[in-house]
């Protein structure tokens, strides 16, 4: 069974970094997208940044600028270096990835964004 594992959240500045990385357990294969999304509290779900196999990315109106997404399909991670961090980027982030056949998720990591 694969796992998700994801690491880098904690408590920031609002202006400040964090890093965010996804590693899996097992090797994928069949991957379509690699992608994180987030949740705040009350709110749905929302896609934050993706990365397709044929290279292309996106990412949310919001986080444009101040967000990078980062692959390598080799060791199927994902990274999220996260820039001028705002309070409303509040939230669990969680790394996504999506094949031919099903989705797979992590267990969320949280990060906030304070003074």
């Known amino acids: 069974q694969v796992h998700l594992v994801e690491s880098g959240g904690g408590l920031v500045q609002p202006g400040g970094s964090l890093r965010l990385s996804c590693g899996a357990s097992r090797r994928i294969g069949r991957i379509n997208r690699m992608g994180w999304y987030r949740q705040a509290p009350g709110k749905q779900r929302e896609l934050v940044a993706a990365?397709?196999?044929?290279?292309?990315?996106n990412y949310a109106d919001s986080v444009k600028g101040r967000f990078t997404i980062s692959r390598d399909n080799a060791e199927n991670t994902v990274n999220l270096p996260m820039n001028s961090l705002k309070p409303e980027d509040t939230a669990i982030y969680y790394c996504?990835?999506?094949?031919?056949?099903?989705?797979?998720w992590g267990q969320g990591t949280q990060v906030t964004v304070s003074s």
């Open positions: 996504n990835v999506e094949t031919m056949y099903r989705d797979y």
């Open positions: 990365s397709t196999s044929g290279g292309s990315t």
